[in-house]
């Protein structure tokens, strides 16, 4: 069964940063690009950032480039976004998904919630 | 930029009934990368529909997906109360490399 479960939201001060994880499980996880969206609550779906299987190709959303960095480590099947100059505009549950057929997305996470308020 | 517009916002039908959503995008898209989602409250969404038309793994034969150009949509037949969800499209393309439209919200009365 496949499995993306993932953690290290919280509250953080504007300004601040914080560091999501994604720990997959049910699948070999080195043969899948993997990608990071996010939810404002009670909104709809914006996509933040994609990474290839073996991590050498990123691409990120313009409103949080520069800012997230995307990356993996495929010995511990885990995905993860860096998220530096943290603003009010990025508060969001951000959810982790698997790069499916036809560049769709096929399995997700249940999210985690990132709160940036002062 | 290519922006999916969908109508309408919200759709309120009785067990039974027939759905039909509509996703519009800005400009002629690819149907290959024209994908469907279901959302329940409190839920990751999940996939439904892939390449405008096929259904992903385990979902009923009573949903479709159809279209192509600029004009898709999605059906579900004989509405159930659990299809109550907010159904989302998703464009997968350049700059940004996914886009998702604003979705509709199916109520079953």
């Known amino acids: 069964e496949v499995q993306l479960v993932e953690s290290g939201g919280g509250l953080v001060q504007p300004g601040g940063s914080l560091r999501l994880s994604c720990i997959a499980s049910?699948?070999?996880?080195?043969?899948?690009?993997m990608n990071w969206v996010r939810q404002v609550p009670g909104k709809g779906l914006m996509w933040v950032s994609r990474?290839?299987?073996?991590?050498?190709?990123?691409t990120y959303a313009d409103s949080v480039k520069g800012r997230f960095t995307i990356s993996r480590d495929n010995a511990k099947n885990t995905l993860y976004l860096q998220m530096n100059s943290l603003r009010a505009e990025d508060t969001a549950v951000y959810y982790c998904?698997?790069?499916?057929?036809?560049?769709?997305?096929?399995?997700w996470g249940q999210g985690t919630l990132v709160s940036v308020s002062s | 930029e290519i922006v999916l517009t969908q109508s309408p916002g919200t759709l309120s039908l009785s067990p039974g009934e027939r759905a039909t959503l509509s996703c519009r995008a800005s400009?002629?898209?690819?149907?290959?990368?024209l994908a469907w989602y279901q959302q329940k409250p409190g839920q990751a969404p999940r996939l439904l529909i892939y390449?405008?038309?096929s259904r992903a793994t385990g979902i009923p034969d009573r949903v479709s997906g159809g279209g192509s150009g600029t004009d898709f949509t999605l059906t579900i037949s004989r509405l159930e109360p659990e299809d109550s969800a907010v159904y989302y499209c998703?464009?997968?393309?350049?700059?940004?490399?996914?886009?998702f439209g604003g979705g509709t919200k199916v109520e079953i009365k």
């Open positions: 390449g405008a038309s």
């Open positions: 990474i290839n299987n073996d991590g050498s190709s990123t």
């Open positions: 400009q002629s898209v690819s149907s290959s990368y």
């Open positions: 049910g699948f070999t996880f080195s043969n899948y690009w």
């Open positions: 998904g698997r790069g499916g057929v036809n560049a769709t997305i096929d399995y």
């Open positions: 998703q464009h997968y393309g350049y700059s940004p490399e996914y886009t």
